[in-house]
């Protein structure tokens, strides 16, 4: 997977909890990359080493991880990374999550070896989303907090839950939506 997602890790870590932490989750998962290229690829594995440690130095559960990872990565890393692709996909969480499939496909246009995720929205009553997500990584629990990442960026807080899951046996993760 590109480098975006690792970096945003390290960032997370370094911003909330220090330096040293962050050299610790390092060392325990085993990874030697002192900064990540975003562009560049990095195993998948390296990746799931990195969450499990930080949960493990954190002392929070994995899932835990993974979901604050999205909320930071949306409100504190895309904003300075992507301000033109969110510009791009609208002024409202509805529209970001419409969008998201053409801003994936803009973004990794130029990057050959990129297989990004899909999603798809339904809109329902009282405002409700259902939220569709179709990838062979697994990631649910960080899509949850990319979707509560972008209610707070909008200033619109949004609840999530997951209603269907990959990891469960379902056929894909579906997320039920709702404005707070
Ligand atoms: C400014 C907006 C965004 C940019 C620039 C962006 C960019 C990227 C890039 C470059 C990757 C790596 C793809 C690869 O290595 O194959 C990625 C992966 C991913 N993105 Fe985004 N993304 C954006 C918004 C979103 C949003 C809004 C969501 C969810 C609601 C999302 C969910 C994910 C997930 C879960 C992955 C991990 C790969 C997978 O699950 O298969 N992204 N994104």
Redesign the pocket.
Known sequence: ??G??NKGIQEMVVSRFGHETWEAVRRRAGVEEEFFLLTEDYPDEGTEKLVQAAALVLDLPVEGVMVEFGRYW?THV?PVL?PT??ALAGSSPVE??KN?DR??RL??RNLPS????S?QVEEGEDGMLRFHYY?T?G?CP??RG??EG?GEYFGKPLAVTEVECALQGDHHCVFEVFPR
């Open positions: 997977m590109k975006v997602i949306f895309a992507y692709y969110i970001m999550l998201v801003i994936h973004v990794t990129a297989s990004p995720p999603f990838s990584r990631l960080v899509v990319v979707v972008i």
